[in-house]
C-alpha cells in the first residue's frame, strides 16, 4: 500500500475574508482526490481558535483546533486564540450560511480527533503541540493513526533547524508513522524569517526535504511511501502493542474512501536521504538576505542605503545586501517569473530589461555612504570603498566635519563654552557628548541621503535605511540612542560579533567579496575619538569587556534567566580556573551596570532580523522592564558576602583563591530570589 504526500511552504501567513476563500478553494477542484488541511481562525460561540480545515473531496470533513498555544518567545498567540480543551468528543460546528449553501454542507465536527479512511487513519498535529512535553501524536498513533500533519510556522533562528528536525524523528523513530511537516517560508512582515524546509519523515527517516531559504512564494515537497512499512514497524514492537491494547480511544470522523494508491511495482518509492544543513555563515547570508528582499518586495520601496563605515558590522550588513542580489539574479536564471517581475520593478528596469548582473542590480538598489569625519581613519575609508566595488553598490564619500562644527559653535553661542575630547584634556562627559553628536549626524544624513538621492538620480520611491548594530552591541548598550544604528530595520541586530567575524571570513571566499577578510583582521573600533601615536579608540577597552565575554553573559540573562548573583555562581563554575571570585564578580557586577543603564535603549532598538536567542530586542521578544536600580544592592551585596566566603575557604585550605571543581551545575536563580528579574 502505498501513499503519495505532498507538504508546501507558502509565505502567505494572513488571508483575509477566511470562509470566502476557503469556499473558492472548495469550489475548485483543489481538494479532489487530496486531504487538505488548510489553516485559519475560526469562531465558536464567543470563543476564537486557531485550526485546522481538514478538507477532502470539495467537502469539509472536521475542524481541528489548535490545543497548546505557542505564548513566550516571539509568539504572543493568546493575543488572539483560545486554546481548545474538550479533548473527548467531537461537537457540532454550523457552517456560515455562504458556506452552508455553496457546499451542500450546514455542519461539521469540531474538535480534537482524527479521520478514518478505509485504507489509513490521518491526524492534525499543529505547530507547538509537537514540542510539548506530552504531544498529541503519542496516543493518536496507539489508536492507529499513521499519517501525521503538521501545518506550522517556525521561524529561522541560527542553529536551531536539527533540533527541529530531530523532533520529527522521534515522532516516527520509536513508534512509527509518517510525519508531513510544512513550514511557512519568508518574511511575515515582522522580525521573523520563517525557514521553510518543509519534509516528509518515515520511521525516522527523512525521505524528502524542501530548502530552508528561498525566494518563492511557494515550495511543494513530494514523497511517495509505503505505509505497510509502518504497520510492520509498529506489529514488530511488543510494548508499543501493549500499550495500544489499553489506549485512551481518540474521537474519529470515518471517510468511506480510499486515500492510498494501490501497489504498483512501476512506483519509485522516496528513499531516505542525507539531512541538508547549511553552515552558521551560510544561514548568516542566506536568511536575512531572503528576509530583506521579502522586506523590499512588500514595502515598495525602491532600495537600501547603508553608512558604510569600512568596520565589521556595516560591511556584514553590506555583504548581505550584495547576497540578496546573487540570490536574485539566480533565481531569475532558474525560471522565478515573480521574482523576476519584482526585480524589474524594484530596479526599474524597462524595453524588456532584467537583471542579469548582482553588481549591475545592485548599483540599482543599493547606497553605501562613507560619513568620514576627523577621526576617521585612511584604512577605513579604503576599506569601505573596496567593499563598494566588489558589490556594486553606488557609494559616496561624505565628511561630516562642517555639520558637527555648525552644531559646536551654535553650542558655544549658546553657553559660552566648547566641549573637548578626552584625549585633549576634556571630561568623560565631553567626550561622550562629542562621540554622540557624531553618531547622531550620520543618522540624519542617513535618512535625508535615502529619501533625497532617489529623486536627484530621477527614480521614483524611497530608500530603506539599514541599521548595523549587532545583538552583543544592543545587550551592552553599547551605541548611542537615536544614532546611525537607529534604521528602517536591522539585518544583522541578533547576531553576535563572533558569528559575523565568521560569516565575513566565509563571504571573503564564498560571496566574492575579498575586501572583507581584511576587514574582519581590523580590531573593532567605533573611530569616534581623535587618533593619536599613543591612543587608538577600541571597542572592547571602551566597554570594559570582550565581544566573547558579552555572548555569555546574554545566554546566561536571557536563556538561562540569571540575575546577578545567580551568573555569578554560574561563571564561578565557567571561569574558575583562571579567574578568582572576585574578579569574576567585578566582572558580573561591570556587566550589570551598563545593561541596567543602557536597557532603555531596547525600547527604540531598530526592528532586526531575529537570529539569536538571547536577543535583548524589547519590544517582542524580551519583555522585561527597561528601568532597574543599577546599583542592585541586594545582588551585589550577596555576591560580595559569597567572595569573602570563597576567599575565606581557600585561604584556610592554602589554595589559591579561584573556583573550580566540586558541584558541576548551578541552578539558574538559584539562591537570587530576583534572578529572573
Not at 279 to 302: H, V
Not at 386 to 400: F, K, Q, R
Request: hydrophobic share 40%.
Amino acid at each position: 500500500m502505498a501513499v503519495r504526500i505532498i507538504s508546501w511552504s507558502s509565505t502567505q501567513l494572513l488571508i483575509p475574508c477566511r470562509w470566502e476563500c476557503l469556499k473558492e478553494l472548495l469550489l475548485g477542484d483543489w481538494t479532489d482526490g487530496i486531504l487538505c488541511s488548510i489553516g485559519m481562525p475560526v469562531i465558536k460561540g464567543s470563543e476564537r481558535y486557531n485550526c485546522q480545515v481538514l478538507c477532502f473531496n470539495r467537502k469539509i470533513v472536521m475542524i481541528r483546533p489548535k490545543m497548546w498555544l505557542a505564548n513566550d518567545g516571539n509568539y504572543r498567540e493568546l493575543r488572539w486564540f483560545t486554546a481548545w480543551k474538550q479533548r473527548d468528543q467531537f461537537e457540532d460546528f454550523q457552517l456560515p450560511s455562504e458556506i452552508s449553501e455553496a457546499l451542500s454542507q450546514k455542519a461539521v465536527p469540531f474538535g480534537y480527533g482524527y479521520i478514518q479512511f478505509l485504507d489509513t487513519a490521518v491526524a492534525a498535529e499543529v505547530c507547538e503541540e509537537l514540542f510539548t512535553p506530552i504531544p498529541p501524536h503519542t496516543e493518536l498513533a496507539l489508536n492507529g493513526v499513521e499519517v501525521f500533519m503538521n501545518a506550522s510556522g517556525s521561524h529561522h533562528q541560527l542553529r536551531k533547524l536539527d533540533l527541529r528536525l530531530r523532533a520529527f524523528i522521534g515522532a516516527t523513530h520509536t513508534q512509527g508513522g509518517v510525519y508531513m511537516y510544512s513550514n511557512h517560508q519568508g518574511c511575515d512582515g515582522g522580525r521573523l524569517y520563517y525557514d521553510g524546509c518543509s519534509c516528509v519523515v518515515v520511521n525516522g527517516d527523512v525521505v524528502a526535504q524542501g530548502s530552508q531559504f528561498s525566494l518563492k512564494d511557494v515550495e511543494v515537497v513530494i514523497a511517495q511511501v509505503d505505509l505497510d512499512a509502518v504497520a510492520s514497524l509498529r506489529g514488530s514492537i511488543s510494548s508499543f502493542q501493549e500499550q495500544a491494547s489499553c489506549k485512551k480511544k481518540v474521537p474519529l470522523v470515518a471517510v468511506p474512501c480510499n486515500i492510498c494508491l494501490p501497489f504498483n511495482l512501476k512506483m519509485s518509492l522516496s528513499s531516505p536521504l542525507k539531512i541538508m544543513y547549511h553552515s552558521p555563515e551560510e544561514e548568516i547570508a542566506f536568511g536575512p538576505g531572503c528576509w530583506l528582499w521579502d522586506y523590499l518586495r512588500r514595502s515598495g520601496a525602491s532600495g537600501f542605503l547603508v553608512p558604510l563605515s569600512g568596520g565589521a558590522d556595516s560591511s556584514s550588513v553590506a555583504a548581505i545586501v550584495g547576497c540578496m542580489c546573487q540570490l536574485v539574479v539566480k533565481e531569475i536564471r532558474n525560471g522565478d517569473e515573480q521574482v523576476k517581475a519584482d526585480a524589474i520593478r524594484i530596479g526599474h528596469y524597462t524595453d524588456g530589461q532584467f537583471p542579469t548582473d548582482s553588481k549591475e542590480f545592485a548599483n540599482r538598489i543599493f547606497y553605501t555612504v562613507y560619513m568620514g569625519s576627523e577621526n576617521s581613519s585612511e584604512a577605513t575609508r579604503m576599506r569601505a570603498k573596496a567593499l563598494a566595488d566588489e558589490i556594486g553598490s553606488w557609494h559616496l564619500d561624505v565628511s561630516i566635519d562642517g555639520v558637527v562644527s555648525a552644531l559646536l559653535s551654535l553650542f558655544q553661542t549658546l553657553t559660552g563654552k566648547r566641549p573637548r575630547y578626552k584625549v585633549d584634556g576634556g571630561s568623560n562627559i565631553e567626550n561622550l557628548g562629542l562621540q554622540n553628536i557624531q553618531a547622531r549626524i550620520r543618522m540624519v544624513l542617513a535618512f535625508m541621503l535615502a529619501s533625497l538621492l532617489p529623486w536627484v538620480h530621477n527614480k521614483p520611491g524611497f530608500f530603506l535605511v539599514l541599521g548595523s548594530s549587532n545583538v552583543d552591541e544592543g545587550l551592552r548598550g553599547y551605541l548611542t540612542k537615536y544614532d546611525c544604528s537607529s534604521a528602517d530595520i536591522n539585518p544583522i541586530g541578533s547576531i553576535s560579533k563572533q558569528d559575523l567575524r565568521t560569516f565575513l571570513r566565509w563571504a571573503a571566499t564564498h560571496l566574492g567579496y575579498s575586501s572583507l577578510a581584511e576587514i574582519e583582521a581590523a580590531p573593532p573600533t567605533a573611530e569616534l575619538e581623535p587618533i593619536r601615536s599613543n591612543y587608538s579608540q577600541l571597542d572592547e577597552v571602551d566597554m570594559g569587556m570582550t565581544y566573547e565575554e558579552l555572548s555569555v553573559y546574554g545566554r546566561l540573562r536571557k536563556i538561562f534567566r540569571c540575575g546577578p548573583l545567580s551568573m555569578f555562581k554560574n561563571l564561578c563554575y565557567k571561569w574558575g580556573a583562571k579567574l578568582t571570585p572576585l574578579e569574576v564578580a567585578d566582572k558580573v557586577k561591570h556587566f550589570f551596570k551598563y545593561y541596567s543603564i543602557n536597557r532603555h535603549k531596547m525600547t527604540v532598538l531598530t526592528p532586526s532580523y531575529h537570529a539569536e536567542s538571547y536577543s535583548p530586542e524589547d519590544n517582542r521578544f524580551d519583555l522585561r522592564q527597561f528601568l532597574y536600580n543599577a546599583r542592585w544592592p541586594y545582588q551585589f551585596r550577596k555576591i560580595d558576602e559569597l567572595v569573602r566566603e570563597l576567599d575565606g575557604d581557600h585561604e584556610k585550605l592554602g589554595t589559591t583563591s579561584h573556583v573550580g571543581g566540586g558541584i558541576g551545575v548551578v541552578a539558574a536563580g538559584s539562591g537570587d530570589p530576583r534572578a529572573g528579574l
